[in-house]
């Protein structure tokens, strides 16, 4: 068992999340955090006799409706039904851990107020296997995630639903299945709970992990295209990209080189006359490195937000205030959201291009028509598989229109500007899972037509590449369905096994 990703506020990374959310890491709450949250709490409890947002006024536009402190307790519990209204199919079980463990990781911050045990119920509840049910449609994304946020909070109160297993059970049952009891909220630990931006960085952070080894393996793709079309890899030559120093421009072609390093195929048409490729392969560096870039821009944003305090009020321990604020804007996640999904769309653009030259004989330099080497016209081959990989590209240009430049006032005009974040959050995540389909369908084909150059070998990268997809997918003699043999490279493409296959073969070389 692996050690528990502790969560103090601070120090919680990306691939953490991951391996929480995805991976079933453990993780518990830090003596620092359950320090900070303590003092945090009692500061709160000190100033409930002040008119304070959330601990006893009302919210949004009921916020100069003051609350009489008997009812404190019940303004919390009624928020949270209030809020949890949220509609369409759930989020899937990774992204609502997820968001289960970054908001134990703001409480444990110390700006929120919420109580050590109520901090510990959600960790536990994280650990035990309960995963609340949240429907994924219902956020503006400007206070925060409330409607998911609030049904993500419900089960912690016995009410809401959530699976333990592959069980459907009311909040209360939940909890009791695995050894837990809900709890009875205290001032302002409601509003704690669901606000904060927790479901669009949840997404942001599990789309980013994925959109990495997606722009890596479009090096690993692009080069078993370059060998398949006997394309030159003189464009990739270290001098031309330092001539334009962008770092994602000059770590992809660095990437070519190391895949196409040691190839029997690029040696046996180093003098031939063709003096140059098509852009889809020679501009490839130039491509796949904006788009490394603008993740890394997307990763600098996320990276801030796991460890932020997104609450309102805030507890302001050190100046002893609790202030109203902003933080639970999702406009920084949104646009960074917007920017991972063209990064990964336009990864998916430049592949499509490829595999249509791998399969179009006007274009492919010898290969035969869609990659079937008998009974043509009986046999379709890579036709349609084709047609799939522009399907989805296709998709992804509608689904790239930006989220974040919209917005809608909501409660009576308080809240007048929002980030649409979650809509950009889900929209992100279907962009980079069609990015990896399209992705899968160019190493199925480039995996091909590499083998119709035997007994020549490509390079070592593209070697190991090939070797691997051979592990998935059996090279295609006669026609039959390659529905799922695009999902299974794509899946290996999404939890890292392709990237793991060429990097044990390179040791190292591949940035």
Known sequence: MPAAVELTGEGLTIDDVWDVAVDRRPAALGELGRERAAAARTFLESQVGDHTYGVNTGFGRFVSQTIPPEQAEELQLRLLRSHACGVGEPYPDDVVRAAMLLRANALAK?????????????VAALVSGVVPR???????????????????????VGEGEATVGDRLLGGAEALAACGLTPIRLAAKEG?????GTQFMTAMAALALVRARRLARVADVACAMSVEALQATPTSFHPAIHAARPLPGQIQSATALRALLAGSAIVESHRWC????????????????????????????????????ATDNPLVLLEEELIVSNGNFHGQPIAMGLDCLAIAC???????????????????????????????????????????VAAALVS????????????????????EDHVSMGNGAGLKALQVVANAERVLAIELLAGAQAVEFLAPLEPGMGVRAGRSFVRTLSDRVREDRSLSADIERVADAIRDGRVLAAVEAELAGKLP
């Open 110 to 122: 110390g700006f929120s107020g919420a109580r050590v045990e109520t901090i510990e119920l959600l």
């Open 345 to 387: 769309a336009e990864l998916a653009n430049i592949s499509e291009r490829r595999t249509e030259r791998l399969v179009n004989p006007s274009l492919s330099d010898g290969l035969p028509p869609f990659l079937v080497a008998r009974e043509e016209g009986l046999n379709s081959g890579f036709m349609i598989p084709q047609y």
């Open 395 to 414: 998709e992804n240009k509608a689904l790239c229109h930006p989220g974040s430049v919209d917005s809608i006032p909501t409660s009576a005009g308080q």
């Open 273 to 308: 006359d063709k003096v140059q490729d098509a852009y889809s392969l020679r501009c490839a560096p130039q491509v796949h490195g904006a788009s490394r870039d603008l993740l890394d821009h997307v990763e600098r944003t996320v990276a801030i937000e796991l460890n932020s």
């Open 191 to 195: 509003l704690s709970l669901i606000n």
């Open 134 to 156: 949240v429907p994924s449609r219902g956020s503006v994304g400007a206070s925060g995630d409330l409607a998911p946020l609030a049904h993500l909070a419900l089960p912690l």
